[in-house]
């Protein structure tokens, strides 16, 4: 019977062959292969399981915190209104013991609540979150294999029926030979007719054979796709079956968890039931009536009461005050001795600290290093340990060093830590703005570029994103705070490292005194001379401080990095020029740097354009422009629309010699569509008659020949500037023959001497040397740039002070965020504003990329630039600006800092410049070979991209439509100029 009953008993063995079998049926791959929307559907259903169990656990958080924080209040309630009495009777023990119990039961309630989080509704969160993304991700790998299948097998079906057709086509023709071969026999038909029905009975077999081959190349396609479902679509559904199973056991696991926390909770506020009852026990009306009686008896006999009273006479007392006064010293001493509130204070040794830090920072490295999400665990101890002040701040420092994190979930790890370091920082004992300022200029360096589900992006997302949400970055006093620690901070670091000079030249000093000296008194008295004018010379540094220059470019700096991350944590423009405008006039920074910081701020901030009512206006503005200049003659009103669709000069000069005042007024229209709309192999002759037209060159009356003669035989009268003159040049078109040195310091000398007010400004060299490349003539060149200057007021732009310029680095920043915003924000989280590449541009109009011509013939691209800009002036820069960014976009969101500046550098460079024609520049083997060999020796400076994707992009635009469909235009540019002007004279830049 023993034997039958251990032979009937289930083994480990059976076990692990039903748990196979139960496997089996449960199989995705085996029983759910061809429902993959109902695994959706179910992986749906679980998430809202999921769900479920986070609002319950959720609200029964809620619900426990509720009863926790009112049951905490009724007490503080009661120990106020029932504890005040000093008197020790059973009663007031009674209610102690219980308010001491109360305390400890709500101390296990906190800490039971604290444990609920971190036991139940975190991981609760983050399996969801888990599971609603590895599902999503097996189901779309899924979804895609079908997809493929289902359309190779379509393709193959077509394939199939094309064969068949073709077959039957094959059958029928084969049949018709026969037919018409008895015919051709029988002499019916002619041998040619016979021929021509082979020919289309061989096309036929011949289409056959194709249809063939290609559904079997269908069918061998879909039987691979078939054979790889081994490898993609059952591993898929295999990972979609383990998730559910997850899926499950979670839910079984955390209601499971729940049950006992909840058991755990009822047993804890069972085991205080007998310490209450133990407590009411004690309580006796006779002992502490007893109690009260023995207190408060009445210490004097009622005859004493009641006797009568005597007059006394006064007596003065004796003084012991001495005495007292000791006594109460000594008495104070003594209870500040037992009260030391810094008796009991557990401070970490340094040791501790470090490893403190050594330890956050590890986990840190490992997380960012294997791309793995931080365990609550982790969490816990990291933001344990940085609650210490000195791990804060070295964890601060550490996060300098991290870059790219690669995934998003780094990232929001990344975020929450530092998120709660920001935390710590202002609390009143950690209030440390290093802490802020090593957080503030880490956050726009540290990245990743990948989107939260986890799909990669161009676009870099910062960890600035993601602790923009902190209520701190909201309080202006903060702020100011911040700005005024980090400018004494430089300022201190100035002086320290003065001092450290002054130091290590009165130690070198001594040491080449410290030699052998007969007279050893003197020596003695020489080194205690040079230790005393040390110590004047330290003291003095202490005393006044940094320079006032120095001061003055320590505020700048520190001002000009605070203003980006004022903007990158959305603080609002006003408060931001608030607490800009107070450190300037704190500071007393003068009014050319405050002028270009809140330049900066506004340009950073402001987004927008026209709105459609302005756009109406301008529009109608524009008409009567144009009637006004007509003299208000529909007649001229119709040939000016007609000659927007002439492209023959002949056609439109014909215009012009209809009558005296139709080439008065239509001149310059019909002169403008000849050089920008009629394009079509402009000869020199033309495009320098325009130049001159556009440029006014025939009124200007200036011998230039006797000009230059003079300043030849009397070169004192530009001493103040020739020698930067002969520097310039000498740094200009090194390796461009056309312009000879001499040529081009003959230019601009005579316009130095010509135009006192000026003389001389860097960026001319470069102008008066492409005008000198066009003409080939002195004067010619002279005359162009001195008609430029005079025709668009380049005075400003050429002013020592660069006032000019200051505008149009503001504009060119407005334009980026109107009609660039993801780049603007790019711009802003690198630091990076237009001055820093664009002022070559609107200094020098391009002129500079030449610099290193070596052919005679200009680029078309130069040219057409040109026969627009001596039309439209600086507009032309900011088309060609707006254009160039948004082409190169997509290339510039991934760069870093000096990646940007390198790349857009080279832009111009490579459109404008010609080394040798611009269709070989561009040709496609010429840009494999560009990007294969070693840039050592290129004329450009060293891209983060090669060269060969510039030009690939260039070679496929066309410069000339894209600048003339440029969004940018004059009234634009004016209302942005006319906004910077109205800051100015409100005292904005003051």
């Known amino acids: 019977m023993e034997e039958e009953k251990v032979s009937t008993a289930p083994t ?198 194709v249809s063939f081959q290609e559904y079997k190349q269908e069918v061998e396609y879909l039987n691979n796709l078939l054979q ?22 979670f839910v079984k696991y955390m209601m499971e968890k729940f049950l006992n926390y909840y058991s755990q909770c009822g047993t804890m506020l069972l085991t205080k039931e007998d310490k209450f009852n133990d407590s009411v026990k004690m309580i006796n009306h006779h002992t502490d009536l007893q109690i009260f009686v023995d207190e408060n008896r009445t210490k004097e006999s009622r005859e004493i009461f009641f006797s009568k009273v005597e007059v006394n006479i006064y007596e003065p007392k004796r003084n012991s005050n001495i005495s007292n006064e000791n006594g109460a010293q000594s008495s104070t001493d003594a209870s500040s001795a037992d009260n030391d509130p810094f008796g009991d204070l557990n401070v970490p040794s340094q040791r501790e600290i470090e490893k403190n830090v050594l330890f956050v920072k590890d986990k840190i490295k490992n997380m960012i290093r294997n791309q793995s999400e931080l365990t609550m665990e982790d969490k816990a101890d990291i933001l344990n340990l940085i609650h210490l002040k000195e791990v804060n701040f070295k964890i601060s420092e550490e996060l300098k060093t991290i870059s790219d994190v690669k995934e998003y979930h780094v990232l929001k790890d990344l975020s929450d830590i530092v998120n709660y370091m920001i935390t710590e920082s202002i609390n009143d004992k950690h209030n440390d703005f290093k ?39 909201g309080e202006t006093n903060r702020w100011k705070t911040w700005i005024y620690c980090i400018v004494e901070e430089k300022k201190n670091e100035n002086i320290n490292k003065k001092k450290k000079q002054v130091s290590e030249k009165y130690k070198k000093l001594i040491k080449e005194s ?70 300037c006039e704190r500071y007393d920074l003068d009014k050319d740097r405050t002028q270009l910081i809140l330049s900066e701020l506004e340009s950073t901030y402001s987004t927008e354009g026209f709105t459609e009512i302005e756009i109406a206006k301008i529009r109608l503005r524009k008409r009567e422009i144009l009637m006004e200049t007509l003299e208000n003659d529909s007649g001229l009103a119709v040939l000016y629309h007609v000659s927007n669709y002439l492209d023959s000069d002949k056609d439109l000069l014909h215009i012009l010699s209809l009558n005296k005042s139709t080439n008065q007024l239509l001149k310059p229209i019909i002169y403008r569509r000849c050089l920008l709309n009629v394009r079509h192999n402009i000869s020199p002759a033309k495009r320098s008659f325009l130049w001159n037209y556009f440029l006014k060159l025939s009124e200007i009356k200036c011998e230039y020949i006797a000009l230059r003669d003079r300043i030849n035989e009397n070169p004192e009268i530009i001493e103040k500037v020739e020698e930067v003159i002969t520097l310039d040049v000498q740094r200009s078109f090194n390796n461009t023959e056309m312009i000879s040195r001499e040529n081009l310091s003959n230019i601009l000398k005579t316009y130095a001497f010509y135009n006192p007010e000026i003389e001389y400004c860097q960026g001319m060299n470069f102008l008066a040397g492409f005008f000198y490349f066009y003409y080939k003539d002195e004067e010619k060149a002279f005359k162009a740039m001195l008609g430029l200057i005079n025709k668009f007021d380049l005075t400003e732009l050429f002013n020592t002070t660069l006032p000019r310029l200051k505008l149009y680095f503001y504009v060119l920043d407005r334009l980026i965020s109107m009609y660039l915003p993801e780049l603007h924000e790019h711009f802003k989280n690198e630091y990076i504003t237009s001055s820093l590449f664009s002022s070559a541009w609107f200094i020098t109009c391009f002129c500079n990329t030449i610099s290193h011509q070596n052919t005679s013939n200009l680029n078309n691209n130069i040219l057409f630039f040109w026969d627009n800009f001596v039309i439209d002036g600086y507009v032309v820069i900011f088309k060609v600006a707006i254009v160039l960014l948004g082409l190169f976009e997509d290339k510039l969101l991934p760069l870093s800092f000096e990646e940007i500046l390198n790349y857009i550098i080279d832009i111009p460079k490579i459109l404008f410049s010609k080394n040798e024609t611009i269709e070989e520049m561009l040709e496609p083997e010429n840009i494999q070979d560009e990007e294969d060999k070693d840039d050592e020796g290129s004329i450009f400076e060293q891209s983060p991209l090669k060269k060969g994707h510039i030009k690939g992009i260039l070679k496929e635009i066309d410069f000339a439509s894209l600048l003339k469909d440029s969004p940018v235009s004059e009234e634009l540019i004016q209302k942005i100029e006319l906004e910077y002007k109205e800051n100015e004279n409100k005292g904005n830049f003051n």
């Open 12 to 209: 480990a063995r059976d076990d692990e062959e039903n748990e196979e079998f139960m496997r089996k049926q449960i199989d995705f791959p085996l029983n759910m292969w061809g429902s993959l929307e109902s695994i959706r559907e179910n992986t749906k259903k679980g998430a809202n399981i999921l769900e479920g169990v986070i609002n319950f656990t959720k609200t029964f958080h809620k619900a426990y915190d509720t009863y926790q924080s009112t049951i905490e209040k009724a007490l503080e309630i009661f120990e106020k209104e029932m504890l005040k009495f000093s008197t020790l009777d059973t009663t007031m023990i009674c209610m102690s013991s219980f308010c001491a119990e109360m305390k400890n039961m709500l101390s296990d309630m906190k800490n039971k609540l604290d444990e609920f989080d971190d036991l139940l509704y975190h991981p609760s969160q983050l399996f969801v979150k888990h599971y609603q993304g590895q599902s999503k991700k097996y189901y779309d790998i899924s979804k895609k294999y079908l997809q493929e299948v289902e359309a190779a097998r379509q393709q193959a079906n077509k394939a199939k029926d094309r064969y068949f057709k073709h077959s039957d086509a094959k059958v029928d023709s084969e049949q018709e030979i026969e037919k018409r071969l008895q015919e051709h026999e029988d002499g019916i038909i002619t041998f040619e007719q016979m021929q021509e029905i082979s020919n289309k009975a061989l096309n036929v077999k011949y289409k056959t054979e």
């Open 228 to 249: 790889d479902a081994e490898t993609e679509y059952n591993p898929a559904l295999t990972a979609l079956q383990k998730q559910e199973e997850r899926r499950i056991d």
């Open 435 to 473: 802490i802020i300022n090593n957080i503030l200029m880490c956050s726009s360096s540290i990245f990743c570029r990948r989107q939260p589900d986890g799909t990669p992006q161009a676009k870099k997302a910062y960890l600035t994103d993601l602790i923009r949400p902190h209520a701190i970055w």
């Open 514 to 583: 410290e030699v052998d000296d007969p007279n050893a008194s003197m020596m003695s008295k020489w080194l205690s001379r040079l230790h005393h004018e040390k110590r004047r010379e330290i003291e003095k540094l202490e005393e006044d401080g940094c320079d006032h220059r120095t001061y003055l470019n320590i505020i700048f700096n520190v001002l000009s990095t605070y203003l980006r991350h004022l903007s990158q944590f959305n603080v609002p423009l006003d408060v931001s020029k608030q607490i800009i405008l107070y450190f």
